[in-house]
């Protein structure tokens, strides 16, 4: 089955300098994944997807994502922090079905990002 | 969240009674969701539809129940609620050919 792990809880960076969150993944097959972001007491907003073709992928509100295959891993960077990225940030495959061929997301636990003034 | 509407917004009920959750879209997509949103355990699908009247289980599906009898609504029961379901809950719809989710703004669901 598809997963994808954050390893960290929590990040904190200083304003104005650049962010890194982890994700990296567990796929059989070519992997589609994505990066969604929740502001405290809304839904997800979704940032950006990796499908195919660039392995540096570019987001909403300067974000970016670098898809790397030998490590399995899709972290998302922003080359300079601002105090309202603060947040929390989720990464996530999508997982199709081999019998009904029907897709759903599989998400993980979350990394809250503090970008500090 | 535009194009997907949960209500109610909060809840709180007692042990026991059932419960029902509805998420409406105007999108006419295809897919839709239920997940459930739990400090340290991220966001965990319930249950999903693929189609009216074509549903799955996801991976914590127990003590849930589901419902779409046309493509807008999709409704999501509680069948006896225990104090382990509180949680909050999103819905979230998907599009052919669109390979993002559109999310609702969520339920907050408390029962004691």
């Known amino acids: 089955a598809q997963s994808v792990a954050q390893p960290e809880d929590q990040v904190n960076v200083a304003e104005g300098n650049p962010l890194t969150v982890k994700c990296t993944y567990s796929?059989?097959?070519?992997?589609?994944l994505f990066w969604y972001v929740q502001y405290p007491n809304r839904g997800l907003q979704f940032l950006l997807k990796?499908?195919?073709?660039?392995?540096l992928v570019k987001g909403s509100y300067g974000f970016e994502a670098e898809f790397n295959k030998s490590q399995t891993s899709f972290h998302l960077k922003k080359p300079s922090a601002l105090v309202s990225d603060s947040a929390l940030y989720f990464c996530?495959?999508?997982?199709?079905?081999?019998?009904?061929?029907?897709?759903?997301?599989?998400f993980g636990t979350g990394t809250r990002l503090k970008v500090l003034a | 969240d535009a194009g997907i509407t949960q209500s109610p917004r909060h809840k709180v009920t007692e042990t026991g009674t059932p419960v029902t959750l509805r998420c409406h879209q105007t999108?006419?997509?295809?897919?839709m969701y239920w997940y459930r949103q739990d400090p340290g355990h991220g966001l965990r699908l319930i249950h999903y539809?693929?189609?009216?009247?074509?549903?799955d289980k996801g991976e914590v599906s127990d003590g849930y129940s589901v419902s779409r009898s046309k493509t807008e609504d999709f409704l999501l029961t509680l069948e006896s609620a225990t104090s382990s379901q509180t949680s909050v809950y999103f819905c979230?719809?998907?599009?052919?050919?669109?390979?993002?989710?559109?999310f609702g703004s969520g339920t907050r669901l408390t029962v004691v």
């Open positions: 796929v059989s097959g070519n992997p589609y």
């Open positions: 999108e006419n997509h295809r897919y």
């Open positions: 539809s693929y189609g009216v009247k074509d549903t």
């Open positions: 990796y499908i195919t073709g660039d392995n």
């Open positions: 979230a719809a998907l599009g052919d050919g669109n390979y993002g989710y559109t």
């Open positions: 996530a495959v999508r997982d199709e079905s081999p019998t009904s061929g029907t897709y759903k997301y599989i």
